[in-house]
C-alpha cells in the first residue's frame, strides 16, 4: 500500500504543478497515469508544438514544459505509478481513500486530486475479432518498458510518430527483429522518421511492409503468428512474439464517470471557491472539471491546483493555521 496526503490522478501539467504547491505545504503526493510517463496531453499528443500563453514564457515547447514541471516539482519527491489506470476507490472508516488501479496496485491518502484531463486515453483497437484473447500475452497498445522486448521478434503496426519511432527504437539493438506494417505507401509521421525507417528498412535493420494490414492473430496461450493481407504478396502468415498495433489514442472518462461524482458533459463539476467535487474530500483540477466560466487551458488548472492545496491542507490539518509566504523570502524548501 502506497501512502501519502495527495492521490493525483493524472500527471498532466496540472497534477505536476500541485506536487509543486502541495510541497510548499509540507504535503506530499503521489501521481497515478494510465500512461507510461508523464506529462500528459503535452507529451502525448503535442511535444514538439510550442505554447505561448504560459505567464513568463514567450514561447516554449510542450515537451520542455513538462520537464521544467518535473524539476520544479522534483525537490517535493513526489511518487509515480505510471502505466496504469485509477479504477475504483473506497472510503476508510478513518475517512482516507484506497485508490485501486488496473495491476491492483494500492494507494492511501486523505485526499485526492483527480487531474485526469480529457480522461484516459484508450488504443484505438484493430477490428480482430479475437484479439482481446492476446492482450497482455503478446498484443501490446502501448510500449510501457522498451526493454520488455529485449531479443524478441516484435511487429509494429501503424503510420504515426508512435509507430515509426518505436520501430526506430527497437530496431537499435533492442528486438531481435522488427516489422513495420503500414497500410499505405505514405505516412502520417515526421519526415524525418519516415526517412529514418526507410533507410533502415534499406539497410535490412527494419523490414517494412506497406500496402498491408494485419487481419488474424493466432496462437495457443501467447501470440505466435499474425496473419497479413499484403497487396503484393496477398494472404501470408508471419511467427512473432510481439505485435504493437499502434493506431493512437482516443481519451475516455473511463472508470472516474462510476466514482458517484457530479459529471456534466464528461466533465466534473466543482464548487470554484476551492475545487472540490460533491464527495469530500475529493477534488477535481485542469481539464476534467468543469464550471461557469471554465477554460480548458494549463495557466488556469496551475490556478486552480494552488487553491485546491489550500483546501486540502485545512482538510489534512483542521487545526492548523496556515500563512501564506512568498516562495522569495521562504525559498523552496523540499523533503
Ligand atoms: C494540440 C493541442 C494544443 C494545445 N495548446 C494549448 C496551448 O497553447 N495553451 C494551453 O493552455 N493549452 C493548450 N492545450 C490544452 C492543454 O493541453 C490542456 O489544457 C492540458 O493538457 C490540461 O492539463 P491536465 O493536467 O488537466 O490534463 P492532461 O494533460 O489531459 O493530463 C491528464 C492525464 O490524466 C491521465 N488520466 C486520466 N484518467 C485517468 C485514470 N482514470 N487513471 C490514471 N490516469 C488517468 C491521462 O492519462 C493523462 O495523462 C492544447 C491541447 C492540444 C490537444
Not at 531479443?151 to 519511432?165: E, H, N, P, Q, T
Not at 486552480?304 to 524548501?333: H, W
Amino acid at each position: 500500500m502506497i501512502e501519502t496526503d495527495i492521490i493525483i490522478v493524472g500527471a498532466g501539467p496540472c497534477g505536476l504543478f500541485t506536487v509543486f504547491e502541495a510541497g510548499l505545504l509540507k504535503l506530499r503526493c503521489h501521481l497515478i497515469d494510465a500512461l507510461p510517463q508523464a506529462g500528459g496531453q503535452l507529451t502525448e499528443i503535442y511535444p514538439k508544438k510550442p505554447i505561448y500563453d504560459i505567464p513568463g514564457f514567450p514561447e516554449v515547447l510542450a515537451g520542455d514544459l513538462i520537464e521544467h514541471l518535473m524539476k520544479q516539482a522534483a525537490p517535493f519527491k513526489p511518487g509515480f505509478t505510471l502505466g496504469e489506470r485509477c479504477e475504483s476507490f473506497e472510503k476508510t472508516d478513518d475517512g482516507q481513500f484506497i485508490v485501486k488501479t488496473s495491476r491492483g496496485t494500492l494507494h492511501k491518502a486523505p485526499v485526492v486530486a483527480i487531474a485526469g484531463g480529457l480522461g484516459c486515453f484508450e488504443p484505438r483497437k484493430p477490428p480482430i475479432g479475437n484479439i482481446a484473447d492476446y492482450e497482455d500475452k503478446g498484443i501490446e497498445y502501448i510500449v510501457r518498458d522498451p526493454n520488455f522486448y529485449q531479443g524478441k521478434r516484435v511487429i509494429i503496426s501503424g503510420g504515426g510518430d508512435s509507430a515509426l519511432d518505436w520501430s526506430i527504437f527497437l530496431a537499435n539493438g533492442v528486438a531481435k527483429e522488427v516489422t513495420l506494417i503500414h497500410r499505405s505507401k505514405s505516412f502520417r509521421g515526421h519526415p524525418d522518421s519516415v526517412q529514418k525507417v526507410l533507410d533502415m528498412a534499406a539497410s535490412g535493420k527494419i523490414k517494412l511492409l506497406t500496402d498491408a494490414e494485419v487481419v488474424g492473430v493466432q496462437g495457443s496461450g501467447h501470440l505466435e503468428t499474425i496473419e497479413v493481407d499484403s497487396q503484393s504478396e496477398g494472404k501470408i502468415s508471419l511467427a512473432t512474439d510481439h505485435w504493437l498495433p499502434l493506431f493512437g489514442l482516443s481519451p475516455k472518462l473511463g472508470p472516474l464517470a462510476d466514482w458517484g461524482l457530479n459529471i456534466d458533459k464528461n466533465s466534473i463539476e466543482v464548487n470554484t471557491y476551492d475545487y472540490s467535487t460533491n464527495v469530500p474530500g475529493i477534488y477535481a483540477i485542469g481539464d476534467i472539471n468543469t464550471y461557469p466560466g471554465k477554460l480548458k487551458l494549463i495557466l488556469c488548472g496551475f490556478h486552480e491546483a494552488t487553491l485546491m492545496v489550500q483546501s486540502a491542507f485545512k482538510r489534512i490539518y483542521p487545526d492548523k493555521n496556515y500563512v501564506l509566504k512568498y516562495t522569495t523570502v521562504n525559498g523552496v524548501t523540499g523533503f
